[in-house]
């Protein structure tokens, strides 16, 4: 394989600047332009936050390369007066040859060792493989009609792409190529979160992982000393040296194979990578963990339910009874007080995919914007899980009630099958949209009245009463017209009534009166 297509220079990022014009740029444009960049503009989700953590290790590299150790002070300035663009250049310049997309020896994020393999030199798959929307093997996806013996083509610059998200986000399983199975990529059913800025370059200012006293201990894959060979492939599964390493781990072995004009790609050589062991105590930087039924569990994005009612995950927990927030949060919280911006507002995005027996279930990108505070006042933080878990009780509540007026209007209401039609009819329902809907959008009013504590609670039961009663009103129109409807939806309404009773504003002496 001829050396080819060098992501210094090609255009394959695609970012969005200031003015809102969309581009592709190499790596040395885009850290030239980081200041005039507001961010990149990926769409695909595992893609979107793959490339972030390339340019975070790029640049954390280059920064312990020129600077050496560096602190909050540095960072600081950095995310005043801009990135040291002839740093990162210099860095970029100095491992120019381990950026080749195709390469003899060092192709750019693969294995090349797949090439002369005799589990592997004369097996290809199709490019699909490594897009986790597409249609592989056995597992279809929903407009995705292309077929493996008959692989389209994609563009090296797409293909870059696909490989990185995948190398993240990649579920683990069946491999049988070097070895029969492989463990899960560093994000596998993970919403990641990144706190972001308002040019790139402050984005990688505020989720920059600090620099370690030895900072070559901790180096990405294409720092490493040799190219990985078979006998990596084949070994046990490792601990991340470090966020760098996560970030840019080969948790599968790929080898794109160009077409004739060095431009496209249809197939591509495969095996099992480079296992990553994961250590309790050393998570990912970017993921947040909530409590679940048996302990801490990675935060993803469950059906029909969007993130913000797991708001608390992302908020610190000293006592680690109910949330370990991602240390990229720690990092940016740190660098607005360094800024003297604790009083600021923290834009973050989350995102990522969750997946289901290697079968893609769903992506998502939200984004919350959180005020500092939540962040280091742990009082603060109690009163904003208090009212989530309100909320949340309310609707149980609701359930409750709903389903057992459903189960009333139809036959043999007592029967367990009933209730479990009627529970699914409710589920399936709008109430749960319409509620959770109404709420979210009095939840950025919730959060600035915490931030300038006031009188949360109030405005929070008002949002709650404004929320429950077109959900109500959504269980209802599910009765139907009939008599037994009509009868079932009377026989309900006062434990309604009395479940939303603690949220009315009480009644006073002058409105009794009148």
């Given at each position: 394989m001829l050396k080819a297509f060098n992501l210094l220079d090609e255009p394959w990022l695609p970012v969005r600047y200031a003015d809102g014009r969309i581009a592709e740029v190499g790596l040395l444009q885009l850290f030239a332009d980081a200041g005039q960049i507001v961010a990149l503009a990926e769409t695909s989700p595992p893609g979107l936050i793959a490339l972030y953590r390339v340019l975070l290790a790029i640049t954390h590299r280059a920064l312990a390369r020129e600077h050496g150790e560096w602190g909050k002070s540095d960072l600081a300035r950095w995310h005043a007066k801009g990135l040291p663009v002839e740093a990162l250049h210099a860095y970029l310049e100095h491992w120019r040859e381990r950026f080749y997309l195709f390469h003899p020896d060092w192709p750019f994020?693969?294995?090349?060792?797949?090439?002369?393999?005799?589990?592997?030199?004369?097996?290809?798959?199709?490019?699909?493989?490594?897009?986790?929307?597409?249609?592989?093997?056995?597992?279809?996806?929903?407009?995705?009609?292309?077929?493996?013996?008959?692989?389209?083509?994609?563009?090296?610059?797409?293909?870059?792409?696909?490989?990185?998200?995948?190398?993240?986000?990649?579920?683990?399983?069946?491999?049988?190529?070097v070895r029969d199975s492989d463990k899960a990529g560093p994000l596998a059913n993970t919403a990641?979160?990144?706190?972001?800025?308002?040019?790139?370059?402050?984005?990688?200012?505020?989720?920059?992982?600090?620099?370690?006293?030895e900072p070559d201990t901790?180096?990405?894959?294409?720092?490493?000393?040799?190219?990985?060979?078979?006998?990596?492939?084949?070994?046990?599964?490792?601990?991340?040296?470090?966020?760098?390493?996560?970030?840019?781990?080969?948790?599968?072995?790929?080898?794109?194979?160009?077409?004739?004009?060095?431009?496209?790609?249809?197939?591509?050589r495969f095996a099992a990578g480079c296992a990553l062991a994961e250590d309790d105590h050393a998570p990912d930087p970017m993921a947040n963990y909530r409590m679940g039924s048996n302990g801490l569990v990675?935060?993803?994005?469950?059906?029909?339910?969007?993130?913000?009612?797991?708001?608390?995950?992302?908020?610190?927990?000293?006592?680690?009874?109910?949330?370990?927030?991602?240390?990229?949060?720690?990092?940016?919280?740190?660098?607005?007080?360094?800024?003297?911006?604790?009083?600021?507002?923290?834009?973050?995005m989350v995102l990522g995919l969750t997946s289901d027996q290697a079968k893609l279930v769903r992506w998502r990108v939200d984004n919350v914007a959180l005020p500092t505070c939540l962040l280091e006042q742990e009082d603060v933080v109690e009163l904003l899980r208090a009212a989530l878990r309100d909320s949340e009780a309310l609707f149980v509540g609701l359930r409750?009630?709903?389903?057992?007026?459903?189960?009333?209007?139809?036959?043999?209401?007592?029967?367990?099958?009933?209730?479990?039609?009627?529970?699914?009819m409710f589920d399936n329902g709008a109430s749960a949209a319409t509620y959770f809907a109404h709420l979210e959008r009095r939840l950025p009013a919730l959060l600035a009245c915490l931030a300038q504590t006031g009188d949360h609670h109030t405005l929070w039961q008002a949002a709650q009463l404004h929320a429950i009663a077109p959900a109500w009103q959504a269980a209802c129109r599910q009765l139907g017209e009939g008599a037994r409807a009509i009868r079932a939806c009377a026989q309900h309404e006062p434990r309604y009534l009395g479940l939303i009773k603690p949220l009315l504003p009480p009644v006073t002496k002058e409105a009794t009166h009148v």
């Open positions: 994020m693969q294995v090349a060792a797949l090439a002369e393999a005799e589990e592997t030199r004369h097996k290809s798959k199709p490019w699909t493989q490594i897009s986790l929307a597409s249609s592989s093997g056995n597992a279809p996806v929903l407009f995705d009609h292309s077929v493996d013996t008959h692989p389209s083509q994609i563009t090296a610059t797409q293909a870059v792409r696909h490989l990185l998200g995948f190398l993240q986000f990649t579920p683990g399983g069946l491999v049988k190529t990641a979160a990144l706190p972001m800025g308002d040019t790139l370059a402050r984005t990688l200012c505020l989720a920059l992982h600090p620099c370690s006293i901790d180096l990405p894959a294409w720092e490493q000393p040799t190219p990985p060979s078979l006998a990596n492939l084949r070994a046990e599964p490792t601990l991340a040296t470090g966020a760098n390493d996560r970030y840019t781990r080969l948790s599968r072995a790929v080898l794109l194979l160009p077409e004739d004009d060095g431009q496209h790609i249809s197939q591509l990675r935060l993803n994005f469950s059906e029909g339910r969007a993130i913000w009612r797991d708001l608390s995950a992302l908020l610190p927990d000293p006592s680690g009874k109910h949330a370990k927030p991602a240390g990229v949060l720690g990092y940016a919280h740190r660098l607005l007080g360094a800024l003297g911006q604790a009083d600021s507002w923290l834009p973050v409750q009630i709903a389903t057992s007026m459903l189960a009333e209007s139809m036959p043999d209401p007592k029967h367990k099958d009933t209730r479990a039609r009627a529970r699914a």
